[in-house]
Structures are given as structure tokens and as C-alpha cells.
């Protein structure tokens, strides 16, 4: 098509100013570990209601989906990788705290800021290192070598400076210097993207259970938010910065006592988030959002372009933006699938694709056959797979505006 140049000036200005825009956003997401939705609902939060207020309070789901194949154990690390990855445990591979060996091919939002983005900037404070070290990757190959430009952790280590008390109180400490330290860091040097950690209100929980000393802690996370929250504030108003912050959990709660967690309950997987941006699309208003929705959504706030073999694998969905599709289902029987989604739109056409490999696992491509478009409207289509005949199958249902997808394991045939 010919432009003339009279028309590609303002044109070429007007992306100017949207790209410059963009590189103003900057995110941070805290995790505040083992809080049920129905405690952090019920506690005086003012900092999180402040949050909310100017934004979004969602309910979301943690342990990936009960009795299915990403079913992921409502545990610490588990919770926080979910988070971390944008998927569940099938794909991330770590089912608890030893993080013994997860897969790094499904790449931390870090990454792929740093891939699409070399020059923005990475934080991490944590008051656990292995955040760092394991989750995130810091510095191993498998990771691409992946450097945090702000680094605050490992306190935990340091029994001389932070004796370990019986009681605890050293992690509630260790929780009010590293969010001093990440409302400091952020105030001066605004990183693109950081990831707050703070754990005092597990400890609570597992030591009390569903008492007055378990909600003094999350008192206190709240008002170590604040710090986090007035920086950001400060900071936003000084720069003209648009800033996001998230705020949400890696597990709930037992219901008998609230003293424990890893296991498939109601109030084990029950988590929430608190974010200053309103977070509303069609999925977030009618659909069931989880954590692995976290990724998906920085993604689209910092205009992170995710490379189509881990875009195809993302188990969440953006709440913001405009979607068509969410919830996939796929059923094998009788070398056919029957697959099912819920649609956004009224209009555009579902592409379905699927693969019989796994390669992904192993940092491979996999070979994706198209299979046809069928119209979204449908909500369902049955296909023949016979010319495919295989115990495993990913299916990606693609549209014009996001792509979900779905896996068949061990289905009987
Ligand atoms: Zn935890």
C-alpha cells in the first residue's frame, strides 16, 4: 500500500507517543503467603481496601482445576511458580518446596520481559531466597541466565542478625525490612517489574490456626503493603509513571482450623487478588479467574509480546484487554474429541489446532496440525482423530483475540 508522506508524519508521531506511554507502565505483584479469600475479606485492611477500591478485588482460584491433569498442590512454592509461569504444575514441575526440578522451558514473566525487552529493569524482595535462586532461576543457563537488576533476600539465612525464634517474630521482621527495602528500590530506581514476597502470615497460620495472632499478622502485611503502595504513589506522582500493583496469595486455608494447606478444599485453593487497575474484561466478570490469570495480565499491561510456542501453553487468561475465549474443555472417545469453550464474543471464528507431542517439555517445537475454524458462537465442536491416533493430546483453540488451550492425558481408549 503506498502512504503518502504527508500521512506517515502524524502517523509515525503517533505511535511515538503510544510507545513512550508504554514504557512508562511499570508493574509489582507481592505475594502474602497462606491467606483464604474469606480471611483477607474479613480483616482490617486498609491499604488493600484503598488499593481495591481505586481498582479491583477479584476472587481467584489456586491448585490448578481438582481431579484434573494440572491439578497442583495448594502448597507455598507450587502456588508461587503458578503465579510465576503463567501454568500449573503439569507444566512447571514443581510439586512443593524442595523445587527440585522445574521446568524453566515455561518461561517466568521475567523472562520474557527481559527477552522482548533487554533494557528494562527486574526486582525481586523476598524473604525467601529460594524465590530467587530456584523459581525465578537467577544466572543458570536453563534460565538464559536471567540477572535480577535489584536483588533484596536471604535474610532468613542470617541467624546472627535474625536469631530464629520459636514464635517466629524474626520472619515478621524479616517481612518489615524487605518491604522497607522494595518501597525504597521502587521509590528510587521504579524497576519495571518486581515481585514482593512476604511469608509472616503462613507462619501465624500454621502456629495458631484461625486466631487473633493469624489476623494481627495479616494486619501487618496489610500496612507493609502500604509502605509498598506509598512509593508507588510518590513515585507515580513525580515521574507520571502509570503504575500496576497486585496483590494476592499462593494458597488458602484448611476449614477446620486454618492451621494447614496442600490439599484440594474449597477453602485450601481459595485465594484472591487485590489490584489498583480495574480489572475488567469479559472473563474477569463472567469467567473463573485463577493465578496463572497474573501473567497473562502484566503481560498485556507492559505490552509483552509472549512467543507463540509459550503463548500456546499459558493456562491463563488476561483480565484486561478484549478476549473471546476462555475455559477449554477436551474429552477423547472413539478416535474423536469432543471439545467445548465458553465464548466472549458474539462474532470470529475458533481455530482449533492439536498436537500430539510434547516436545515443549523438553524445549522442542511441537508439530501442530490445524484441524478447521469453527464459528466461536458454537461453543463446542466433536472432531475426528483418527488420522492422530495418540494417548496425548494438547488442543489450542485460537481467535483473532487470545488463544487458550487444553490437554488430553491418559484419556482410556
Ligand atoms: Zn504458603
Redesign the pocket.
Known amino acids: 500500500m503506498h502512504i503518502k508522506k504527508s500521512l506517515l508524519l502524524p502517523l509515525m508521531l503517533f505511535s511515538t507517543a503510544i510507545l513512550y506511554a508504554q514504557e512508562q507502565r511499570k508493574v509489582v505483584y507481592i505475594i502474602a503467603?497462606?491467606i483464604s479469600a474469606d480471611v483477607i475479606e474479613q480483616a482490617q485492611t486498609p491499604n488493600l481496601r484503598e488499593i481495591s477500591t481505586q481498582g479491583s478485588y477479584l476472587r481467584v482460584y489456586q491448585g490448578g482445576e481438582a481431579g484434573a491433569y494440572n491439578e497442583s498442590p495448594t502448597?507455598?512454592a507450587v502456588?508461587y511458580n503458578n503465579i510465576l509461569t503463567g501454568v500449573w504444575y503439569n507444566k512447571h514441575n514443581v510439586p512443593d518446596n524442595n523445587i527440585e526440578a522445574p521446568n524453566y522451558h515455561y518461561p517466568s514473566i521475567f523472562r520474557v520481559l527481559k527477552d522482548a525487552y533487554p533494557e528494562k529493569t527486574i526486582g525481586i524482595f523476598s524473604s525467601w531466597q529460594d524465590n530467587r535462586t530456584k523459581l525465578i532461576g537467577e544466572g543458570l543457563p536453563a534460565t538464559g541466565n536471567i540477572q535480577m537488576d535489584y536483588a533484596f533476600d536471604g535474610l532468613e539465612l542470617d541467624t546472627l542478625r535474625y536469631p530464629h525464634d520459636k514464635e517466629r517474630q524474626f520472619m515478621s521482621v524479616i517481612d518489615q525490612a524487605v518491604s522497607e527495602n522494595a518501597a525504597k528500590t521502587i521509590q528510587e530506581e521504579g524497576p519495571d517489574l518486581s515481585w514482593v514476597y512476604l511469608e509472616f502470615t503462613?507462619d501465624m497460620g500454621h502456629m495458631h490456626g484461625d486466631s487473633p495472632a493469624y489476623s494481627a499478622a495479616v494486619e501487618k502485611m496489610d500496612a507493609q503493603v502500604g509502605l509498598i503502595w506509598q512509593a508507588i504513589k510518590k513515585r507515580a506522582a513525580d515521574t507520571g509513571e502509570d503504575w500496576m500493583i497486585m496483590i494476592t496469595t499462593?494458597?488458602g486455608r484448611d476449614e477446620k482450623t486454618g492451621k494447614g494447606?496442600g490439599g484440594q478444599t474449597f477453602r485450601q485453593r481459595s485465594a484472591w487478588l487485590v489490584c489498583n487497575k480495574v480489572l475488567e474484561n469479559p472473563y474477569s466478570r463472567y469467567g473463573k479467574p485463577s493465578v496463572v490469570d497474573l501473567y497473562p495480565t502484566i503481560a498485556n499491561f507492559l505490552n509483552i509480546e509472549i512467543p507463540k510456542e509459550s503463548l500456546w501453553e499459558l493456562d491463563g487468561v488476561t483480565l484486561m484487554d478484549d478476549i473471546a475465549i476462555a475455559h477449554p474443555q477436551a474429552y477423547y472417545f472413539q478416535e474423536q474429541l469432543d471439545i467445548s469453550w465458553t465464548a466472549l464474543d458474539d462474532n470470529g471464528e475458533v481455530n482449533i489446532w492439536i498436537s500430539t507431542t510434547n516436545n515443549k517439555k523438553t524445549g522442542g517445537s511441537d508439530h501442530y496440525q490445524h484441524i478447521g475454524a469453527f464459528p466461536l458462537r458454537d461453543k463446542h465442536a466433536v472432531i475426528p482423530v483418527k488420522d492422530y491416533p495418540s494417548d496425548f493430546y494438547k488442543v489450542v483453540l485460537e481467535t483473532e483475540k487470545n488463544t487458550v488451550n487444553r490437554w488430553i492425558v491418559n484419556d482410556s481408549h
Do not use: A, E, K, L
Open positions: 503467603d497462606g502448597i507455598s502456588g503462613d499462593d494458597h494447606h
